[in-house]
């Protein structure tokens, strides 16, 4: 777009002005409309039953962990041995919490763990069926997305 002078006298019209108007109010439209990330709505999967499917792993097809959590507690039992584990759930914001000083409650533990490790979730998309979220560790150099639903 060019840049034009409104002066007194010119011979630029009033539809040429209300022109070059318009396209700002466009780009200004635009600039500020996608600079705006929607944050998820993870308030509607701070408390709940979820699942996560274990079909991506070799031999586990139609195995699944089911999340329970509430207030500070999530609680996980897993559908190959009924093994049921529980860690305390601190949120350090909107959309991301950390799992530690996880509990055997029923089952034996299938992996070791140390008192201090810890788990970071990170939610990033929230649909009425499912979230979706990066998982971290203190204790392993992988970030792993996964895809949990809400039950």
């Given at each position: 777009m060019e840049s034009r002078s409104y002066e007194r006298g010119s011979e630029i019209g009033i539809g040429?002005?209300?022109?070059?108007?318009?396209?700002l109010f466009i780009i200004f439209t635009f600039l500020t409309s996608s600079s705006f990330v929607q944050e998820p709505d993870c308030q509607r999967v701070k408390n709940g039953t979820f699942s996560i499917p274990l079909d991506n792993i070799d031999g586990m097809e139609g195995q699944y962990t089911r999340l329970q959590r509430k207030g500070g507690y999530q609680t996980e039992t897993t559908s190959i041995d009924d093994s049921e584990s529980r860690y305390s759930v601190k949120w350090i914001d909107d959309c991301t919490y950390l799992l530690f000083d996880k509990k055997m409650i029923s089952g034996t533990k299938r992996v070791p763990s140390k008192p201090t490790d810890t788990l970071k979730v990170e939610i990033f998309n929230v649909t009425d069926e499912f979230y979706e979220a990066y998982v971290s560790s203190n204790f392993a150099d992988m970030k792993l997305e996964a895809k949990i639903f809400i039950e």
């Open positions: 040429d002005a209300i022109e070059d108007m318009k396209w």
